[in-house]
């Protein structure tokens, strides 16, 4: 009997584990997360959202300013996750290129921009621990990884676009590499 109750109160206890959690969530990153998406939707609106889509268009022109230079200036400016946002401005067949690069940079860069991802600077702060206790320079480390990072996440989103390509294919399905204009896509 005593097997059944234990075993219950764990199974409880895992819940009321993830009621924490959810909880810690709702005082910490949901509404940073929520501002974060109030203040990107202000900017584009102040910017206005042809200059937004503008970017974009430029960038999306060649996969160097596609997968380098947007991913690199949208995390710098928005941070993790909101930079992920500035996909929604590209053609649908760069999307999953965008989000292969994009979700890789937002951690790559963390070395020299903590900002871009605070929620997993652990990560970085325990390699960097390691390398201080060989004697070695963590800012060179953090360039290294920087420049290391933007090559592999140019060629993840390269390679996004080729696979995109070949599953569309194979799939029959089109996906449109041309832009919207601001009326058509809030028409749609």
Known sequence: MDFIINLAEGFMGLFQEGANV??????SIVPLVLILMTAMNALVNILGEERVTTLARLS?????????????????????????????????????GWAASIMQFNHTSNGIFPHINPGELFV???????????????????????????????????????????ISKQQGVTLSKEFESVAEAEAN
């Open 22 to 27: 959810f909880i810690d969530w709702m005082g």
């Open 60 to 96: 999306a022109k060649n996969p160097v300013s596609r997968y380098m230079i947007l991913p690199f200036v949208s995390t710098f400016m928005l941070g993790n996750p909101m930079s992920i946002t500035m996909g929604r401005f590209l053609p649908e067949f760069y999307k999953p």
């Open 124 to 166: 970085w702060l325990g390699i960097a621990q390691g390398v201080q206790a060989l004697g070695l320079n963590i800012t060179e480390l953090a360039i290294r990884y920087l420049l290391v990072g933007l090559v592999m996440n140019f060629v993840g989103g390269w390679t996004t676009d080729f696979i995109t390509e070949r």
